[in-house]
């Protein structure tokens, strides 16, 4: 990826990673599972379902080290099945 998170960011830093995907009540777990792995931590993130019921958006803070971290935990994010896009 060419970004320019080491030039805009100074770490390490609290990035607000925004998590839609298919509505189910196991995907917040699914989704801290794989954070675990890259940025251990306790994660408690904010739920917000569509407006008709399909997906879920979750808000979560992680805690970031360096540009190869961010590009690390996006591409595990959207790797997963149940995770349709992550900003």
Same mark, same amino acid.
Do not use: N, R
């Given at each position: 990826m060419k970004t320019k998170f080491d030039e805009?960011? !100074?770490f390490p830093t609290v990035l607000n990673f925004k998590v839609m995907?298919?509505?189910s009540d196991?995907? /917040?777990d699914i989704v801290i599972? !794989?954070?675990q792995?890259?940025?251990p931590g306790d994660y408690s993130p904010t739920i917000k379902p569509s407006s008709k019921g399909n997906y879920h958006s979750l808000s979560? /803070?992680?805690t970031v080290t360096s540009k190869d971290h961010i590009e690390t935990i996006y591409k595990t994010l959207t790797a997963? !099945?149940?995770v349709r896009y992550v900003l």
């Open positions: 805009l960011l !100074e995907g298919v509505a196991d995907l /917040p599972a !794989e954070l792995k890259h940025a979560i /803070p992680v997963l !099945e149940q």
